[in-house]
Nanobody, 119 residues
Framework: QVQLVESGGGLVQPGDSLRLSCAAS????????MGWFRQAPGKERNSVAR????????SYIDSVQGRFTISRDNAKNTVYLQMNSLKPEDTAVYYC????????????WGQGTQVTVSS
């Protein structure tokens, strides 16, 4: 049974930082690209950041480039999203997902973790 379990969300103020984690089980983690997606209320779920399975190549949407960093530890079957300089528009439920390659659609999803940025 595949499980992706996110953690690390919470309520923070603008300018603060958060680090999200996603622990995977039931898959050969190092064989999958991983990504972080987010969904704000009333909006579609969109890709935020992605990382290849082993080379560590990353991609980001423009609005988080330079503020967010995706990384992974294949020995721990975990992917991370370091979020700095958070803005109110970053408020969303954040999901991790696994993909065959960095350009493919997600195959497996986590349950999501809420990130709220508000003063």
């Amino acid at each position: 049974q595949v499980q992706l379990v996110e953690s690390g969300g919470g309520l923070v103020q603008p300018g603060d930082s958060l680090r999200l984690s996603c622990a995977a089980s039931g898959i050969t983690f190092s064989s999958y690209a991983m990504g972080w997606f987010r969904q704000a209320p009333g909006k579609e779920r969109n890709s935020v950041a992605r990382i290849t399975a082993t080379s560590g190549r990353t991609s980001y949407i423009d609005s988080v480039q330079g503020r967010f960093t995706i990384s992974r530890d294949n020995a721990k079957n975990t992917v991370y999203l370091q979020m700095n300089s958070l803005k109110p528009e970053d408020t969303a439920v954040y999901y991790c997902a696994s993909m065959r390659t960095i350009v493919d659609d997600p195959i497996y999803w986590g349950q999501g973790t809420q990130v709220t940025v508000s003063s």
